[in-house]
Every structure is written in structure tokens, then in C-alpha cells.
């Protein structure tokens, strides 16, 4: 997507870890080739909640990248990615 690591604003892991460990998040405003306005950003969000029971299984996760990869035209009535 941006082809740039999680956190590359960051000098050192160890900045990194401490950034997770505080509860701090990539922000689209360190990744501009990707808008925030892409859907993949809900996608990671869901991803990243800190209480693991409210994440997305990896089936959700692959069917809203699948239902994201078919045009709007072509998707079900209804189907918005969320």
C-alpha cells in the first residue's frame, strides 16, 4: 500500500514498542499515499482494538478486502464496506 514499515516516523524499536505499549496507532497523516479517507484505514482500525474479542476475524478481515476489490457497481445491493 505505502510500502513503508508500521511506524517508520519512529528512530528505533524501541520507540516503536513503547508507542504500541501506549496504545498509539500508524496515523494516515505519516502515510500520505494512502488517504485517510481509504477504506483499508476502518479496516486496520478494527484490527488494531485493544480488546481482542472485538477484532475482526481473519474471515471478516479477507471479506471486506474482497467486497473493497469489487467495484461499487458490481457489489450486491447494500454491501458498503464498513
Request: net charge negative; with cysteine; charged share 25%.
Amino acid at each position: 500500500m505505502t510500502n513503508k514499515l508500521p511506524y517508520a516516523e519512529l528512530a528505533s524499536d524501541a520507540k516503536v514498542i513503547m508507542a504500541i505499549m501506549s496504545g498509539q496507532r500508524p496515523l494516515p497523516a505519516h502515510y500520505p499515499e494512502l488517504p485517510s479517507t481509504d477504506p483499508l484505514w476502518n479496516i486496520m482500525s478494527e484490527c488494531w482494538c485493544d480488546d481482542p474479542t472485538e477484532r475482526p476475524t481473519m474471515a471478516e478481515v479477507l471479506d471486506k478486502l474482497r467486497r473493497f476489490r469489487t467495484p461499487p457497481e458490481a457489489r450486491p445491493s447494500g454491501s458498503a464496506i464498513e
